[in-house]
């Protein structure tokens, strides 16, 4: 028989939100309702005026050929008048800006190009999966550190370089965080760059939700700081911003060295996304911003039904300043159960899934990640099928078992 025992595959284990996908999958096909509040995939569409492009470049007969890996010029350049307008951070289209297949797609790209087998690379926990996979995926060793930005995670940065054999050359940060929804100011990136500046390691900084912040407070990017392109490259995304998930269209943009590092790894392994979606990427970013807008006032309402709701049902959820996501404690009396379990016993019993923080990183245990990718009416019944779950349990915390 033929060796079937990858290095890689021995690398990554068993994807534990994969389990709760799977019944969720189960559940339907046996005619369920389930309302699905696990996994961050948008429910509305593009503006038409983006579709309208896409269709109207695709009629051309000229534009089905391979595309550029790194982006078309136009693209680039949206991109750069978006950092221009939004944070006041001048770029170069042609050296500091990369159009990437979402920013998931980027990451892996670039630790692929900077990362090596035994590199140490610190990564928060808990955290989305691809930034600790991809560098695990190119051979790299994740030494994780807190995703709350107090002092404590400051302390463990140091700790980390004091202690840490190869020292650490890569940190990522995400905020707004996925999963936990957590957000810093522009001191914290003042800080970090100068950390990242004295320590000789390399910020990547994804930025996915850059636009789902609310109460006021938009978000910042690393950028924004003075010297941060000598150590950091930053990933943005269009998918919740412009509800164009299923696009893969995202971007990295900063320092000249990673971006071009980036760029010619991506030139081995693609060549780039098709050139109509690219240029109704270009229509989304240069043209009407009213959908951004309308999207975090959509994501907000949301928040605050799914609060409201789920609190009067007896599940207590602090609402998130940003992001699509809640990041919720267990409801203290099935605590013991942990994530994993408690998402399979809300899908069955309560036809509600969520997504188990332990999936994001042991640091995640106690937690579901709950996505606000339902309307209003919906979060609204998902509420009440937790209530009747809840109201259910006796005190061996067994559906149907008497009080």
Same mark, same amino acid.
Request: glycine content about 8%; aromatic content about 10%.
């Given at each position: 028989?033929?060796?079937?025992?990858?290095?890689?595959?021995?690398?990554?284990?068993?994807?534990?939100?994969?389990?709760?996908?799977? *019944?969720?999958?189960?559940?339907?096909?046996?005619?369920?309702?389930?309302?699905?509040?696990?996994?961050?995939?948008?429910?509305?569409?593009?503006?038409?005026?983006?579709?309208?492009?896409?269709?109207?470049?695709?009629?051309?007969?000229?534009?089905?050929?391979?595309?550029?890996?790194?982006?078309?010029?136009?693209?680039?350049?949206?991109?750069?008048?978006?950092?221009?307008?939004?944070?006041?951070?001048?770029?170069?289209?042609?050296?500091?800006?990369?159009?990437?297949?979402?920013?998931?797609?980027?990451?892996?790209?670039?630790?692929?190009?900077?990362?090596?087998?035994?590199?140490?690379?610190?990564?928060?926990?808990?955290?989305?999966?691809?930034?600790?996979?991809?560098?695990?995926?190119?051979?790299? @060793?994740?030494?994780?550190?807190? @995703?709350?930005?107090?002092?404590?995670?400051?302390?463990?940065?140091?700790?980390?370089?004091?202690?840490?054999?190869?020292?650490?050359?890569?940190?990522?940060?995400?905020?707004?965080?996925?999963?936990?929804?957590?957000?810093?100011?522009?001191?914290?990136?003042?800080?970090?760059?100068?950390?990242?500046?004295?320590?000789?390691?390399?910020?990547?900084?994804?930025?996915?939700?850059?636009?789902?912040?609310?109460?006021?407070?938009?978000?910042?990017?690393?950028?924004?700081?003075?010297?941060?392109?000598?150590?950091?490259?930053?990933?943005?995304?269009? =998918?919740?911003?412009?509800?164009?998930?299923?696009?893969?269209?995202?971007?990295?943009?900063?320092?000249?060295?990673?971006?071009?590092?980036?760029?010619?790894?991506?030139?081995?392994?693609?060549?780039?996304?098709?050139?109509?979606?690219?240029?109704?990427?270009?229509?989304?970013?240069?043209?009407?911003?009213?959908?951004?807008?309308?999207?975090? *006032?959509?994501?907000?309402?949301?928040?605050?039904?799914?609060?409201?709701?789920?609190?009067?049902?007896?599940?207590?959820?602090?609402?998130?300043?940003?992001?699509?996501?809640?990041?919720?404690?267990?409801?203290?009396?099935?605590?013991?159960?942990?994530?994993?379990?408690?998402?399979?016993?809300?899908?069955?019993?309560?036809?509600?899934?969520?997504?188990?923080?332990?999936?994001?990183?042991?640091?995640?245990?106690?937690?579901?990640?709950?996505?606000?990718?339902?309307?209003?009416?919906?979060?609204?019944?998902?509420?009440?099928?937790?209530?009747?779950?809840?109201? =259910?349990?006796?005190?061996?915390?067994?559906?149907?078992?008497?009080?």
């Amino acid at each position: 028989m033929m060796d079937t025992d990858f290095y890689r595959m021995k690398r990554l284990p068993p994807y534990v939100i994969a389990e709760v996908n799977g *019944l969720r999958a189960a559940a339907r096909a046996a005619g369920k309702d389930i309302i699905d509040l696990g996994m961050g995939n948008p429910d509305q569409p593009p503006p038409q005026h983006v579709i309208d492009k896409l269709c109207e470049v695709a009629r051309k007969p000229d534009a089905h050929g391979y595309s550029q890996s790194k982006g078309i010029p136009g693209l680039r350049k949206a991109q750069a008048n978006y950092y221009a307008n939004r944070f006041g951070v001048e770029l170069d289209p042609a050296t500091e800006v990369v159009v990437t297949m979402g920013s998931k797609e980027g990451l892996a790209s670039l630790a692929n190009a900077i990362t090596a087998p035994g590199d140490v690379v610190l990564a928060p926990n808990p955290s989305y999966p691809i930034h600790t996979f991809g560098f695990i995926i190119a051979g790299a @060793t994740i030494r994780s550190v807190p @995703t709350t930005p107090d002092e404590e995670y400051w302390r463990a940065l140091e700790s980390a370089m004091a202690y840490t054999v190869p020292r650490p050359s890569v940190l990522v940060v995400n905020y707004p965080s996925n999963p936990t929804a957590e957000v810093v100011d522009l001191a914290f990136y003042e800080r970090l760059v100068a950390w990242a500046r004295e320590n000789k390691v390399w910020v990547l900084s994804d930025l996915a939700y850059s636009e789902l912040y609310f109460d006021g407070k938009p978000t910042p990017s690393i950028m924004q700081v003075k010297g941060a392109k000598d150590v950091a490259v930053e990933f943005t995304s269009m =998918s919740k911003t412009y509800s164009m998930a299923g696009w893969r269209m995202g971007f990295a943009v900063g320092n000249k060295e990673l971006i071009a590092a980036m760029t010619r790894v991506k030139s081995y392994l693609d060549y780039g996304a098709f050139t109509p979606i690219q240029a109704a990427a270009c229509a989304a970013l240069n043209g009407p911003q009213d959908i951004v807008e309308s999207n975090r *006032l959509l994501y907000h309402k949301r928040r605050d039904v799914m609060v409201e709701a789920f609190g009067r049902a007896g599940w207590h959820i602090p609402p998130p300043p940003a992001s699509m996501f809640a990041w919720a404690p267990l409801p203290p009396a099935l605590k013991d159960m942990g994530s994993l379990e408690f998402s399979k016993q809300l899908l069955l019993h309560a036809e509600v899934a969520v997504a188990p923080g332990v999936g994001y990183g042991e640091e995640g245990e106690g937690f579901v990640r709950i996505a606000m990718v339902e309307n209003e009416q919906r979060l609204r019944q998902a509420a009440r099928n937790v209530k009747r779950y809840l109201a =259910s349990l006796g005190h061996n915390g067994a559906p149907g078992s008497e009080n």
